[in-house]
């Protein structure tokens, strides 16, 4: 009687892990992670970068220049706000123009905000501009 009972409790200690349900909590965490996630579009602005072929004196002085100094706002060395800078873009008709006559040229320096920098190249984008960074060269 006592060697009936051990087979049965043997056999119950096979030592497999139950995976039955592994599939059941698979597939409620993709259920929960596809109601908990949100879709957020990205903000983004499109520019176009003029070739990078140098231009004549004469078309140099006529391009619109903005200056980031800081958290200062400079347009042809005039201090301006984002309000004044987008009024100041839209009196130019800038997309009405040839593409070479679109450009805005747009320096910075290293303690300009990215706030600052992003909301200049937004204002010259949406009022057809398109954007030359300028970049200080290397003297050695």
Do not use: C, W
Not at 71 to 86: C, G, I, P, Q, R
Not at 122 to 128: D, L, R, V
């Amino acid at each position: 009687m006592f060697k009936h009972r051990k087979k049965q409790e043997k056999r119950h200690r096979t030592g497999e892990i139950p995976t039955g349900s592994f599939s059941d909590i698979a597939f409620l965490l993709i259920i929960y992670f596809l109601v908990a996630t949100t879709l957020v579009k990205v903000k983004s602005i499109s520019a176009d970068l003029p070739s990078g072929e140098k231009q004549s004196d004469a078309a140099v002085d006529k391009t619109p220049i903005i200056n980031l100094r800081g958290s200062k706002m400079f347009f042809s060395d005039k201090e301006v706000t984002l309000a004044n800078l987008n009024a100041r873009l839209a009196a130019l008709k800038l997309a009405g123009k040839t593409p070479e006559q679109r450009v805005v040229m747009l320096e910075s320096t290293s303690m300009t905000s990215y706030e600052s920098y992003f909301q200049a190249l937004a204002a010259i984008s949406s009022n057809g501009g398109v954007v030359a960074i300028v970049e200080e060269e290397d003297s050695q």
